[in-house]
């Protein structure tokens, strides 16, 4: 393989590809250097006879550590498993690549990039994307593509493609395009609430881009690419699908207009069973013609779609009877559970979601060690749990999966442009969103209840976020827009696409699509009717609760949080962590302070001991370095003399409360009223440069003056 190096500058950075020089033994092998990240990306695919019924296509992306200069953390020096990263990477890139491949093509096809330098200004997820398109195209390997990819982000309101680290931090976008020289075939981003027509502006900007990529890539796949293998297609079944249409089309038919699920399911399957039996166990004069299985499978998933496209194109109306406009049946609950801080049931046709809100401190935040973009502690995550029970189905959990992990950050998204700021809300937050029933679009339902748990829990989120799947069937020259698709229209449709937002705009989105691109113009079309499905939805959240508690649950731990200055940060924490330890004992309570000088404080949920707003005010009292005149203090006695005790109202700080000021009679002896480690209360009666004179008696008539009032 001779070596090739070409190279084009992509928004304002050279794009270089490379190929015979590195991995010269896998079928495609692609060098991509952006800035100074480079990844390696290849292709290779298996050439075997023996077919599965799927298209077994594995993606693969990995960071290593060494790309930056870095050891990995931990007793093992060496990488684990893949990271959350890592796993959505490798999904951004599966997702536009596969419906790339030709229908029948069943070879195991593993496409791989990792990550070999990082500058930490230019992320390399993107450049794993233009490596695998790079990689196949070149390859032998069966493959409709090239495709191009491209970021976009939107800093002082103007639109940035792939722009760096720095101005992603200060984004209100965060989108990622992928698309073909022809059409987009992928998208997945979120917003800071961002209007329909802003998106499809960075929609368009990015496709402009992604055609130049495309195209470099073809140009560099004419030097260095290799013929396409020919391959064993899947046997050809049309006549089969007819004959069994012409037998068994009209009880399909009825059967997949069956509105429920398991029934539907059920119906086909009796029909599917009575085919089996025809061609499969054929008796008589048919003996010698017997048929496989797995056709009599192919030919039913082929009538299936049939059935159901029909219908959408030919009627208007689709199998459980709805205009393609139409929003299944939704209801909603919160406050099911009765020791979680807020909890919603999001119930859409046949999906279910619940979803629990838990409240914690700043030790609960999620640390996030990435090698290659430095990010700040999760204070918000959303975790997404998909059993099989919630499909009748049978498979055993074993942690998650990159679909729950790809949905779980999808839902995360949409809500995270909302939550309060942590100044006015320090809490770290964890949604669960657990889906009970599925039948399409549970992450869409886990935003819905996640929404309505927030507000249940008492977090003031500043709108409510809903989210709903669209869907279209594309035949005859006619596009058909479905709202709130299902299962079966999911699979069976040319296009998944998940819209979440509030009122004013657009959160997350994720578009999937199973043909070989979209059009700007029905991208537009799409968008807006998934608006209006979005108001309506709304509509329907908020009649079951119309804004956050004022409240949160009495079982949330209780936070307060203040700020000091940085260089007071060495008086609190004491030597050896001897003064922050003493208070936490004191007062019951935790401590958590950061560089910028944030203290937060904590206790646990009805504690009876605790006392975070006296710590708050003992804190704010150290730190502030001034004793105000006329104030009464809680102080501890560090030393006892004949004349009065001696009072620390803060470290750094005491005064002299004289043994005439310690109570209303007479007291002969200090020892009598206090001793060494106790708490008074004093009020400050006088500061004469570094003294303070105090009075124990003086807060204790305070105390009573207030009251008798």
């Not at 406050?335 to 914690?360: D, I, K, N, W, Y």
Request: aromatic content about 6%.
């Amino acid at each position: 393989m001779a070596y090739l190096k070409m190279e084009k500058q992509i928004a304002g950075r050279d794009l270089v590809l490379e190929t015979g020089k590195l991995a010269k033994q896998a079928h495609g092998s692609v060098l991509v250097t952006y800035g100074e990240s480079v990844v390696l990306s290849t292709a290779v695919a298996e050439a075997s006879d023996n077919l599965p019924d799927f298209f077994p296509l594995t993606v693969d992306y990995r960071e290593n550590q060494y790309a930056a200069g870095q050891f990995p953390g931990g007793i093992f020096k060496r990488e684990g498993r893949p990271t959350h990263k890592e796993i959505l990477t490798m999904r951004l890139i599966d997702r536009p690549i596969r419906p790339l491949f030709p229908d029948d093509y069943r070879q195991e096809v593993l496409v791989t990039s990792f990550v070999l330098s990082a500058d930490k200004e230019n992320d390399p997820d993107i450049l794993g994307l233009i490596g695998a398109s790079a990689a196949l195209s070149i390859s032998d390997i069966p493959w409709n593509g090239p495709l191009g990819g491209a970021r976009v982000g939107i800093v002082d309101d103007e639109f940035l493609v792939n722009p760096a680290t720095n101005q992603r931090a200060e984004s209100e976008i965060e989108l990622v395009v992928a698309g073909s020289a022809e059409a987009v075939v992928m998208v997945e981003g979120h917003a800071n609430i961002i209007p329909e027509d802003d998106l499809l502006v960075a929609i368009r900007i990015a496709q402009d881009t992604n055609v130049e990529v495309a195209q470099f890539i073809s140009e560099f796949a004419e030097e260095a690419g290799k013929p396409k293998r020919t391959y064993i297609p899947l046997p050809p079944i049309d006549e089969l699908a007819a004959e069994v249409e012409a037998g068994f089309g009209a009880a399909l038919s009825e059967a997949s207009r069956t509105p429920v699920k398991q029934e539907r399911s059920a119906k086909i399957k009796a029909v599917k069973k009575q085919a089996v039996e025809k061609y499969c166990h054929p008796q008589g004069a048919d003996a010698s013609r017997e048929v496989d299985p797995k056709e009599i499978d192919r030919v039913f998933e082929m009538l299936e779609s049939k059935c159901l496209r029909r219908q959408i194109i030919e009627e208007n109306q689709r199998y459980d009877g709805r205009k393609p406009d139409q929003l299944r049946e939704i209801t909603c609950e919160v406050g099911l559970l009765p020791r979680t801080h807020g909890t919603a049931l999001f119930t859409r046709g046949e999906t279910q979601v619940m979803t629990a809100t838990t409240l914690g401190t700043v030790d609960d935040e999620q640390r996030v060690l990435d090698p290659i973009v430095a990010e700040d502690p999760k204070k918000f995550m959303l975790h997404y749990n998909f059993p099989g029970w919630s499909v009748g189905e049978v498979w055993f959990p074993r942690g998650p999966k990159r679909r729950e992990i790809g949905h779980g950050e999808l839902a995360e998204r949409a809500l995270a442009s909302v939550l309060p700021d942590r100044e006015h809300f320090p809490y770290t937050i964890r949604l669960v969103s657990e889906v009970l029933e599925s039948n399409g679009s549970s992450s869409m339902g886990a935003v819905c209840s996640g929404t309505l748990s927030l507000m249940d829990a008492g977090v003031a989120i500043d709108d409510p976020v809903a989210g709903i799947a669209m869907g279209v069937v594309c035949e005859d020259g006619k596009e058909i827009v479905l709202t709130d698709i299902s299962g079966a229209e999911d699979h069976f449709g040319d296009m998944d696409f998940k819209v979440a937002g509030t009122q004013n705009g657009i959160t997350a989105l994720q578009l999937d699509i199973k043909t070989t691109g979209i059009t700007q113009q029905l991208l537009a079309r799409v968008l807006e009717e998934a608006k209006q499905a979005r108001m309506t939805i709304l509509r329907a959240m908020l009649k079951t609760l119309r804004a956050p508690r004022e409240e949160i649950s009495r079982h949330a731990p209780r936070i307060y949080q203040v700020h000091i200055n940085p260089e007071k940060i060495g008086m609190l924490i004491g030597p050896g962590g001897k003064t922050i330890r003493r208070l936490e004992e004191e007062y019951h309570s935790n401590i958590e302070v950061e560089d910028d000088g944030s203290v937060t404080l904590s206790c646990e949920a009805n504690s009876e001991e605790a006392d975070v707003e006296g710590l708050a005010e003992y804190i704010k009292n150290m730190a502030g370095g001034e004793v105000e005149v006329g104030k009464i203090y809680e102080g501890k006695v560090t030393d006892v003399k004949d004349f009065g005790p001696i009072v620390e109202l803060f470290p750094g700080t005491d005064g002299l409360c004289h043994i005439s000021e310690l109570a209303e009679g007479y007291v002969k002896d200090v020892r009598e009223v206090c001793k060494v480690g106790d708490s008074l209360k004093v009020k400050v009666l006088a500061v004469e440069g570094n003294r303070i004179k105090l009075s124990r008696k003086a807060a204790m008539q305070e105390k009573d003056g207030d009251e008798e009032k």
